[in-house]
């Protein structure tokens, strides 16, 4: 990472994570287990993603400023989110990363960084039929 202090300054800032989220969700959209759980217009979830993925990645703390602590485990339990679930999520963003300037060697972290949340958000044993 040379002599960026985080890994949001490594990709580039809030440029970069703009890129990840226009590339990550027409990805969750086109996903048969993860449209389902999403409302028709996106946009105000990628609004907050940008907001949330800013301050995961050590930029500035943009989310908890809007929405205050982000509880991200408990904001997610009204969705039915299996390991399948998790891991379509992950993949979605796995290629999404793809799509994007980013050197791979900082794809793998960030879908490192990401892969522990997605897993813990894991609450239910089966997906529900939507
Ligand atoms: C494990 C698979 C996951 C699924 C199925 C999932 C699904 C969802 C859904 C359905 C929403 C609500 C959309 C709405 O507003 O109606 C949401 C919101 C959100 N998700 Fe996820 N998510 C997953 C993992 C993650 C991960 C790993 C992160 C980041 C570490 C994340 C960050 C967010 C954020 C920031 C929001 C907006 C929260 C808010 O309302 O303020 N999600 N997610």
């Not at 907001?51 to 039915?80: E, I, K, V």
Request: charged fraction near 20%; proline fraction near 9%.
């Amino acid at each position: 990472m040379s002599a960026s202090h985080t890994l949001f300054d490594a990709i580039g800032g809030e440029p970069a994570v703009r890129a990840i989220v226009e590339a990550f969700y027409p990805k969750v959209q086109e996903h048969e287990l993860l449209s389902p759980l999403f409302p028709e217009d996106i946009t105000p979830v990628m609004e907050k993603q940008f907001l949330f993925l800013t301050q995961f990645f050590g930029g500035p703390q943009l989310y908890s400023d809007q929405y205050g602590h982000p509880m991200m485990r408990a904001r997610h339990m009204p969705f039915p989110i299996d390991k399948q679930r998790a891991e379509a999520w992950l993949d979605c963003m796995r290629r999404a990363l793809q799509e994007t300037d980013i050197p791979p060697e900082l794809q793998a972290m960030l879908l490192e960084r990401l892969s522990g949340p997605a897993h813990h958000f894991i609450n239910t044993d089966q997906h529900e039929e939507a």
